[in-house]
């Protein structure tokens, strides 16, 4: 069983940068894929980075591509989500979440990933 716990959302205005961290306990995270999911009001959860077990390997979604970069530290059990240049519409609960195994390719969908985190607020104000 891995425990995830998102930190680092808040209040940021456009243009601005944050960054979240995503701690796992009770088994490393270092043989799983990780990414990061958002749910913005009113709208489904989707897709936003991942990152594969070493690290090597990353995808991003169109809307964040440029501006968001994901990083692991295995020694530390934590990725990492740097955001910059933020807009409005990054406005979203952030979470994160972990495969159960090695995917051959790095996932995009929620129901690929087993654990989950409770989710970190960002909001970015105009």
């Known amino acids: 069983q891995v425990q995830l716990v998102e930190s680092g959302g808040g209040l940021v205005q456009a243009g601005g940068s944050l960054k979240l961290s995503c701690a796992a306990s009770g088994r490393t995270v270092g043989d799983y894929a990780v990414a990061w999911f958002r749910r913005a009001p009113g709208k489904e959860r989707e897709f936003a980075v991942a990152?594969?077990?070493?690290?090597?390997?990353?995808r991003y979604a169109d809307s964040v591509k440029g501006r968001f970069t994901i990083s692991r530290d295995n020694a530390k059990n934590t990725v990492y989500l740097q955001m910059d240049s933020l807009k409005p519409e990054d406005t979203a609960l952030y979470y994160c979440?972990?495969?159960?195994?090695?995917?051959?390719?790095?996932?995009?969908?929620?129901?690929?990933?087993?654990?989950w985190g409770q989710g970190t607020q960002v909001t970015v104000s105009s």
């Open positions: 979440a972990a495969t159960s195994s090695r995917p051959l390719f790095i996932p995009v969908v929620p129901s690929s990933y087993a654990y």
């Open positions: 990152i594969n077990w070493t690290g090597g390997r990353t």
